[in-house]
């Protein structure tokens, strides 16, 4: 099964999530309903659909459904991958990247930049693809 690293905005979320998968469970989203354990609607990750449960029990009808087991990262964490991820696909200068030195890059991983410049630099970079 596919992997999506998933970076909660809310401390409780993070919280219900770590707890979940600290006792073992899976987590998983995709864009339709999962079966699982517990399911429920919440943010968009791939897909607004989310359940968890034991992986071998439930692995076979969610990769049916293309689900992805979500993998938790920081704030930290997720600025490493944007940046290995963008400067891997822009293989050549481009003229945003004057924009993105490490204050434009901490600003991304805490939320608090411009979505205009990080929607542009995902498009430039042909992230929002996948």
């Known amino acids: ?77 997720l600025l490493v991958l944007a940046k290995d991820k963008y400067y891997e696909r822009r293989k050549v200068y481009h003229p945003l990247d004057r924009t993105l030195d490490d204050s434009a890059w901490e600003k991304f991983s805490t939320g608090k930049s411009d979505m205009s410049i990080v929607k542009m630099m995902m498009h430039e970079a042909n992230w929002l693809k996948e």
Request: hydrophobic share 35%; with cysteine.
């Open 1 to 77: 099964m596919r992997t999506r690293t998933y970076n909660p905005a809310s401390s409780i979320e993070r919280q219900k999530l770590t707890d979940l998968i600290s006792s073992g469970k899976t987590v998983v989203c995709a864009s339709r309903p999962l079966p699982g354990d517990e399911y429920w609607i919440g943010e968009w990750c791939g897909g607004v659909h989310w359940a968890i449960g034991q992986l071998s029990q439930f692995e076979k009808q969610w990769e049916r459904l293309d689900a992805a087991i979500i993998s938790l990262v920081s704030n930290q964490e």
